[in-house]
Nanobody, 124 residues
């Protein structure tokens, strides 16, 4: 599975961005797809994920209420709508796919496939 992110950029605090992640293959119901981020000098953080079995969504506490994960199955595309952005949201954002997700923690389990990342920079 190839994953290609887009939509990153620079924005002022309080602004919004929408990230997209196009997958080369159909996403089956056993999958989770998620968004992760990594800032320089920090560990990678699971930000949001969606389980395609029942479309349950998961968010880290740091983005809950500000970010929304969604999918367009017809386009095999995952989205991350980011609102009320803060300087601490600055990071490289990656989308990822986990083939067998049921029973696993979608924000902390190791994923099978990763995109190349897209940079998000939020200035104060």
């Amino acid at each position: 599975v190839q994953l290609v992110e887009s939509g990153g950029g620079s924005v002022q605090a309080g602004g919004s961005l929408r990230l997209s992640c196009a997958a080369s293959e159909y996403t089956y119901s056993t999958y989770c797809r998620g968004w992760f981020r990594q800032a320089p000098g920090k560990e990678r953080e699971g930000v949001a994920a969606i389980y395609f079995g029942d479309y349950s969504t998961y968010y880290s506490d740091s983005v809950k209420g500000r970010f929304t994960i969604s999918q367009d199955n017809a386009k095999n595309t995952l989205y991350l709508q980011m609102n009320s952005l803060k300087p601490e949201d600055t990071a490289m954002y990656y989308c990822a796919a986990l083939v067998k997700c049921m029973g696993k923690d979608p924000l902390h389990h190791e994923y099978n496939y990763w995109g190349q990342g897209t940079q998000v920079t939020v200035s104060s």
